[in-house]
């Protein structure tokens, strides 16, 4: 039961006071004290602060001087501020020109440093080819003359057996010249028949042609 001596405006209070609370969002759950941890600067934003340093700090000591004008004689306060002011937006500019000039000129060295490691690299490629040229010059050299020695071996060998008629005849004079002519008693002369004889081989032993015959046994 409701006291009597309560009123009506204190009973629409006490309705009102849990509507009083503060409402939490969840970005209200998420923040966390930072104030320990330092931001982390990116390097637009480390541009942005050097480009604002050069452009302020030299303004420094003006803005002094401006303060206690300001303080001494507030109308000849005014222009001179607008004055600074102008000047100080052309100081701007021309500090945004040089961070940009230094940018362009520190891109430019990298990319002189990357055109010389590259012309570096395909001045070895081209020395490294042409060695290759030269070994590949010297092998297919080596490669002809071990062919062409190789065709002559292997002639050599499927043909062994060249006729010699001149020299034929001359082994063949020379020995029926022996046996016609030795002393011994009982030797006769015999001359080979041409197809007695079975084949005649020639081939090169220190600069001399030899012919080796062979000839079948007399009936």
Known sequence: MDSPNSSPDQEKQGEQQPNELPILNDKDHNLEPSDHVPPLTSPSQHEEETR???ATEP?????????????DDPKFAFP???LVGLYRRLW????????DVQKIDQSNEILKEAGAYLRKERDGLQLHHEKQLARLRFFGQALESSRERLISLLDD??????????????VAREWRYRNTTSGRRGARGITPHPKQVIYS???LQEGHQIVIIHYRGLD
Request: glycine share 4%.
């Open 59 to 71: 303004f420094q000591p003006t803005w002094k001087v401006l303060a206690d004008l300001e303080r």
């Open 52 to 54: 604002h340093t050069l």
């Open 201 to 203: 081989r020639g081939f």
């Open 157 to 170: 060998w499927n043909y062994p057996y060249s006729p010699n008629l001149a020299g034929l005849s001359d």
């Open 80 to 82: 001179a501020a607008r």
């Open 92 to 99: 701007e500019s021309c500090v945004s020109k040089h961070i």
